[in-house]
């Protein structure tokens, strides 16, 4: 089952996309939002699921399903915690700027919490103040929730998995080490997010399997090809892990998003993978481009996000089909008339 | 005008109550919550006021109020997002720890991003698993802020101000060192906080002026007195400072709730305050006792937080009349059944 959120409102008008991601039928009778769908899933989904199959035999009234009428399936959340699960990602950083990643990283998730309450449109352009920020894009797999129960076991925490999305988690590199010294972790250099127009529920996805997502993160900047990992591949901690890191301490409400960090993999000799014009399968950020060059060349070559720039992100399944829509933002100048 | 969040459903059921937080009648004629009327504040405040008007003159009807019926103000919000405004208490930290505080300290405001998608109720109690996590209380006071635009002045930031709280963050201390040292700020170390039982407008607060909450922040615990704060003096930032540093690179949605830190006042000798018990204000949370603990004596003597600990929270005005009601919890084992 595919599941959106029309523009409309601060928290859209639910509806069901078809499979192909062409058609959309109305779900408010339903549930006027995807929260309110998910804050009482047990009654909803299966009349969800209903109307999906009724999409999919032309037997509901339908419409065409215009990505850029969509907000982000949830527009605004009230939890988004992202984790760092492509390890190989962070030790690369790290060994960019000389340092030492500690051990545990490999076994005790890195996690956290960010801002959720207006998220980006996928189409929606990325409003940047000043480029001297370091703008970067972040291709990214993100989960929705139902509710987990503090202490939840890995194995209780799939089972809670409702939905799942794709995300560009926007960054300002240059506001990041300043910030991280304070040791109070990100804050204003993680401005707000954009999740994929159709949200995806777990059996409905081929490359779903153990917690992990299958298959090849498509990240283009400018029409160009930036990355094409697997989001399967070198994720060191599933989606099962991380909600049970996040609900360690406390329970996780219905509507709760996390986020896998950028998604990564290793080069064939386990060092830097190589750009996709090299034979490699390329970056899901300009950080990690950044860190390889430096790895490489000495120093970076490659500038952050610049006004007019244009990411997007993607994946596709085996027919080549999109299968969650996709995320397409250009950068652009921050005004108050903009918002 | 006083709003309250009697329990039931996710988000409560928004009541408007008396200025002696002695009577409330239903406001769900005007929103049906707290997160709705701050959605259209425009439209519910002068009718919430109008009601509120009535309640005071007898010509609505009315029931008694009881604090322990009461959930947080908003049982769920879309942002939680605490700052450290008195500076006074990171430099006590820092010192006992034989570290220097950075002088941008006092320029730069330290925040961090917390969990908002499940609060305590402000009688309910704090479930535990575990004492060896250092569980540890801090008083506070919170504003809930209309919608602000991106880059906000400290000005334009102050007129968002909708609603004052009191807040318990309910902290994980003996989490907190690996934690930051991890780099990501706080996660599993800030479990669910809890806010005081009425929400206050700016208005009705003889103690707010410059967008700061004057007045004694009463800490107990078990009974006794541990902090009489004033929660107007030494706090470096401001609500308005505090919120247009969290809108500096993202707008922050109506509902979103920005809490002060720990409040924490200097001593006559502009060393560390002293406890109640020797003419000090004392102090808003038990690291501070053991930071001067460890300051005076070498080492902390006071304990962390253990099951059947209760901790209270509350400010008074001039007649000795609770403003906010008080947060009142008890430490409880937690367990999968009293969730």
Redesign the interface.
Known sequence: MKLASLKGG?DGRLVVVSNDVAWFTDASQIAPTLQTAL?DWDRCEPLLRGLADSLEHGAAPRERFHEHEAASPLP????W?DG?AYVNHVQLVRKARGAEM?ET?WT?P?????????FLAPRDPI?L?DPA?GCDLEGEVAVITGDV???ASREEALTAIRLVMLCNDVS?RN?IPGE?A???????????SAFSPVAVTPDALPGWADGKLHGKLEVELNGQVLGEADAGVDMTFDFGTLIA??A??????A??IIGSGTVSNRGNDEGPGKPVSEGGVGYSCLAEVRTVETLVHGAPRTEFLNFGDCVRIEMKDARRHTIFGAIEQEVVP?T?ES?
């Open positions: 601060r804050d605004r959340a009230y939890q915690a760092s500690p990283f005790d890195l996690m956290y919490q960010g801002g959720s309450d207006s409003p103040a920020f129960h503090m202490g300002l506001l991280l304070k040791g109070f972790g990100f804050f204003q250099s993680k401005p707000a890191h996040a360690k301490t406390r329970a996780l409400a509507g709760t921050y108050r918002r």
